[in-house]
């Protein structure tokens, strides 16, 4: 394994897995919230609900990562996955 793959386990072990639930679940709470905001009511999709949940969680998973990286504390690090989530679909677009 490489080194960082180490750290990383090693992280996630030392968090319950509990607060990486509670993570998850306010990056996919950032997606809906991001999704309402993008579209209108008779815009709406589950698809495009989906696919904004699904971008949203894996920007929140790299914020949740950074932050326990840079050892936030559990508040700083929940702050950071809802910014990470809210704005992530923005970073992906094409511009």
Do not use: P
């Not at 996919?28 to 999709?45: F, H, M, P, Q």
């Not at 949940?53 to 690090?77: H, K, P, Q, V, W």
């Not at 702050?79 to 511009?95: E, Y």
């Amino acid at each position: 394994m490489t080194s960082f793959l180490r750290i990383f386990l090693f992280k996630l072990q030392h968090h319950s897995l509990m607060m990486w639930g509670v993570l998850f679940f306010f990056a996919a709470w950032g997606g809906v919230v991001r999704y309402l905001t993008d579209n209108s009511i008779e815009k709406w999709s589950w698809t495009g609900l989906l696919s904004q949940m699904t971008i949203s969680c894996f920007t929140g998973l790299l914020g949740g990562i950074y932050g326990y990286e840079r050892d936030f504390s559990n508040a700083m690090t929940l702050i950071c996955v809802c910014v990470c989530s809210t704005f992530g679909c923005s970073l992906f677009k094409a511009r």
